[in-house]
T-cell receptor, first 113, second 114 residues
Framework: GESVGLHLPTLSVQEGDNSIINCAYSNSASDYFIWYKQESGKGPQFIID?????DKRQGQRVTVLLNKTVKHLSLQIAATQPGDSAVYFCAENILPHNNDMRFGAGTRLTVKP | NAGVTQTPKFQVLKTGQSMTLQCAQDMNHNSMYWYRQDPGMGLRLIYYSASEGTTDKGEVPNGYNVSRLNKREFSLRLESAAPSQTSVYFCASSEGPLSGNEQFFGPGTRLTVL
């Protein structure tokens, strides 16, 4: 079946560097995507979202890029800080169910001081 | 505002026992959700309630039942627990459909079935 997945399970970066976390999706009908951050022992926290009619969306220190041609999603974190260490999930909205988000397996980001 | 609260935080059951996980939100949200998260995996949707009085199956509903008690509360029941249901369970809520409405998660319930 179609699913959301991630290229890299772990990512280690130096504090102050930029981080890029990638996600591949295969459901061409999905029109809405979310990135979540999950710290140890906590529930996921919304970071940023993007609709399929956009290629790029920026937030505070984060940017999401969507490439529909190759069904690829990425999360860029600028000037990565120790507090950014967490597991990051991408999720896609499985149409036509507006309340059904499918999550990828996650990437663990570790920021070295 | 407490946001989304879940009880209990931890629970150990024996195979065949039943239990109910409780979830409440104080944000006046219409939609509520139950997910499970297995080690090293993303969340999978068990059931959701788009609005008070409605419930729908998600990706992995087998072995679970839900009740949308009122607008604030959404409970998840395991009638006969199985080891395969060992997981961390998250409740979440959103003002409306997920497409365009931020979803807020509770702290989770860690369930072990022996």
């Amino acid at each position: 079946g179609e699913s959301v997945g991630l290229h890299l399970p772990t990512l280690s970066v130096q504090e102050g560097d930029n981080s890029i976390i990638n996600c591949a999706y295969s459901n061409s009908a999905s029109d809405y995507f979310i990135w979540y951050k999950q710290e140890s022992g906590k529930g996921p926290q919304f970071i940023i979202d993007i609709r399929s009619n956009m290629d790029k969306r920026q937030g505070q220190r984060v940017t999401v890029l969507l490439n529909k041609t190759v069904k690829h999603l990425s999360l860029q974190i600028a000037a990565t800080q120790p507090g950014d260490s967490a597991v990051y999930f991408c999720a896609e909205n499985i149409l036509p169910h507006n309340n059904d988000m499918r999550f990828g397996a996650g990437t663990r980001l570790t920021v070295k001081p | 505002n407490a946001g989304v609260t879940q009880t209990p935080k931890f629970q150990v059951l024996k195979t065949g026992q039943s239990m109910t996980l409780q979830c409440a939100q104080d944000m006046n949200h219409n939609s509520m959700y139950w997910y499970r998260q297995d080690p090293g995996m993303g969340l999978r949707l068990i059931y959701y309630s788009a609005s008070e009085g409605t419930t729908d199956k998600g990706e992995v509903p087998n072995g679970y039942n839900v009740s949308r008690l009122n607008k604030r509360e959404f409970s998840l029941r395991l009638e006969s627990a199985a080891p395969s249901q060992t997981s961390v369970y998250f409740c979440a809520s959103s003002e409306g459909p997920l497409s365009g409405n931020e979803q807020f998660f509770g702290p989770g319930t860690r369930l072990t079935v022996l």
